[in-house]
């Protein structure tokens, strides 16, 4: 569903990305891993069109991002901070959002994270009075509310309590079996073990590693993702092919 070419970006002379090739399919839970600064925000604005390659080039569902944005409506984005308007009440931004996708149908919403993560119980609250977990939770339920294909999860579990984690971690298991593709960037490697089956560990702009928790734990020994990163970035192995 997603693939990259050679993909680079430099800022101010300094190599952000490097030559990244990368395939990620449908039916597949990525990790997104690496030390801060090592591009992995850089790799998913790129993905979602905030900010253009230095060279190289990506592709979703076989077409060029760079042909338009079309291609944007199979993706949801759930930003590690959701910037919200602070005076507009939650439903207004519910509304707002549907009259920006005319294309999606009223019976095509995904509301499952809506109801469950009871976003109903705050429509009438100001966005900027809502705590910090209750902005956490509208975010989830935006980024899954028009059925997208790929979805694009930044630090999704920071300031949930633990019933709106495990209800989020449950839907995106359920996204898996549904065969979307979900790539998932955070620093909560216990959380991510429960939820991911593939793994890219970006290492100072390149692919330091790139393949299945399966072949990772084959390779590094280790049963549990936190010792399987540790061992990977002792030991250093060759770079994988995703794919």
Same mark, same amino acid.
């Given at each position: 569903?997603?693939?990259?070419?050679?993909?680079?970006? &430099?800022?101010?002379?300094?190599?952000?990305?490097?030559?990244?090739?990368?395939? %990620?399919? *449908?039916?597949?839970?990525?990790?997104?891993?690496?030390?801060?600064?090592? $591009?992995?925000?850089?790799?998913?604005?790129?993905?979602?069109?905030?900010?253009? *390659?230095?060279?190289?080039?990506?592709?979703?569902?076989?077409?060029?991002?760079?042909?338009? =944005?079309?291609?944007?409506?199979?993706l949801g984005y759930m930003p590690?901070?959701?910037?919200?308007?602070?005076?507009?009440?939650?439903?207004?931004?519910?509304?707002?959002?549907?009259?920006?996708?005319?294309?999606?149908?009223? $019976?095509?919403?995904? !509301?499952?994270?809506?109801?469950?993560?009871?976003?109903?119980?705050?429509?009438?609250?100001?966005?900027?009075?809502?705590? $910090?977990?209750?902005?956490?939770? &509208?975010?989830?339920?935006?980024?899954? #509310?028009?059925?997208?294909?790929?979805?694009?999860?930044?630090? =999704?579990?920071?300031?949930?309590?633990?019933? *709106?984690?495990?209800?989020?971690?449950?839907?995106?298991?359920? %996204?898996?079996?549904?065969?979307?593709?979900?790539? !998932?960037?955070?620093?909560?490697?216990?959380?991510?073990?429960?939820? %991911?089956?593939?793994?890219? #560990?970006?290492?100072?702009?390149?692919?330091?590693?790139?393949?299945?928790?399966?072949?990772?734990?084959?390779? !590094?020994?280790? !049963?549990?993702?936190?010792?399987?990163?540790?061992?990977?970035?002792?030991?250093? =192995? *060759?770079?994988?092919? #995703?794919?």
């Amino acid at each position: 569903m997603i693939e990259t070419f050679q993909l680079s970006k &430099v800022y101010s002379r300094q190599e952000v990305l490097s030559g990244l090739n990368l395939r %990620c399919e *449908a039916g597949q839970s990525i990790a997104l891993i690496g030390p801060n600064g090592a $591009g992995k925000t850089t790799l998913s604005k790129i993905i979602l069109g905030q900010v253009i *390659a230095s060279s190289g080039r990506v592709e979703v569902n076989g077409i060029d991002i760079n042909r338009g =944005p079309d291609y944007r409506r199979e993706l949801g984005y759930m930003p590690q901070v959701s910037r919200f308007p602070v005076r507009m009440k939650t439903h207004q931004l519910f509304k707002l959002m549907r009259r920006l996708r005319p294309d999606v149908g009223e $019976g095509e919403y995904d !509301t499952e994270l809506y109801e469950e993560l009871e976003i109903d119980g705050m429509k009438n609250k100001a966005l900027g009075a809502l705590s $910090g977990g209750m902005r956490q939770r &509208v975010s989830a339920a935006l980024a899954f #509310y028009f059925n997208p294909r790929v979805l694009i999860l930044d630090e =999704p579990t920071a300031g949930l309590d633990p019933l *709106a984690n495990e209800v989020l971690k449950a839907k995106i298991r359920k %996204c898996v079996r549904e065969q979307r593709l979900v790539i !998932t960037t955070s620093h909560i490697l216990n959380d991510l073990e429960e939820i %991911c089956n593939h793994v890219i #560990y970006l290492l100072e702009g390149k692919v330091h590693f790139a393949g299945s928790i399966d072949e990772l734990q084959e390779r !590094t020994g280790e !049963t549990r993702l936190n010792r399987m990163v540790v061992s990977l970035i002792k030991n250093k =192995p *060759a770079r994988a092919q #995703y794919q």
